[in-house]
């Protein structure tokens, strides 16, 4: 178990939807970043969050948007849902703001895009 | 382009053959370097990782790596694979972009050992 949690394990939802996901870091962990897993384009980094504070941005769609709250649990919105955004998606938290510091990833959550 | 590259999309091997996964990464300056392993429904999680000194680092299960910066390469070895070894690996390169570091991951390889 790698203290982070995700939840849902698993979403299916419609073409043009709009899904929160949630992951909640290990205790004591500032930062919190957003993967995308798909088949064809691997871990794709999307954002980090430090402490509140956007640090970071990847290949994040503008469809998509992310917050870290004053609690340290973070929310992804994914938006005006599309079918090639069913993917993987992780969360991951570390110590640091530092790619340096080892990432704690969660399970997971599967969106799956009708 | 930027990036990190698995050139082995899926490898099979026999349980006590030698295991080498490639990974290369167009980075220039100076990079710091990670393996992450995904056992089956399980998180990722770090193997092993680079960040300066002795180029051949090693890990956990037995694993290691050589860092050969001539090659843009780090390479991830183990001398003799277990059925227990079966999982995606995923090379990782921290660099610099824009004043932020971020953390590029290659399209992972996914090892199946057979006993």
């Known amino acids: 178990d790698s203290g982070v949690t995700q939840t849902p394990k698993h979403l299916i939802t419609a073409t043009g939807q709009r899904v929160t996901l949630r992951c909640s870091p290990r205790?004591?962990?500032?930062?919190v970043y957003w993967y995308q897993q798909s088949l064809d384009q691997g871990l794709q980094f999307l954002i980090q969050y430090y402490n509140g504070e956007e640090r970071a941005k990847g290949n994040i769609l503008e469809r998509f948007s992310a917050q870290q709250f004053p609690d340290l649990h973070s929310e992804l919105n994914l938006s005006s849902l599309e079918l090639g955004d069913s993917a993987l998606y992780f969360c991951?938290?570390?110590?640091?703001?530092?790619?340096?510091?080892?990432?704690?990833f969660g399970n997971g959550t599967r969106l799956t895009v009708t | 382009a930027q990036s990190v590259s698995q050139h082995n999309h899926h490898v099979i091997l026999s349980e006590a053959a030698s295991l080498e996964l490639g990974c290369n990464y167009s980075?220039?300056?100076?990079?710091?370097l990670f393996w992450y392993v995904q056992y089956p429904g399980q998180h990722l999680q770090l193997l092993l990782k680079?960040?300066?000194?002795?180029?051949l680092v090693k890990g956990i299960k037995g694993f290691e790596a050589e860092f050969i910066k001539s090659k843009f390469s780090f390479n991830l070895r183990k001398p003799s694979v277990q059925w227990s070894d079966t999982a995606e690996y995923f090379c990782a390169v921290s660099v610099m972009n824009t004043g932020f570091q971020k953390l590029v991951f290659g399209t992972g390889t996914r090892l199946l050992v057979s006993p």
């Open positions: 205790s004591g962990d500032l930062s």
């Open positions: 980075y220039g300056g100076t990079v710091n």
């Open positions: 680079y960040f300066s000194g002795d180029p």
């Open positions: 991951a938290s570390s110590t640091r703001d530092s790619f340096n510091s080892p990432l704690h």
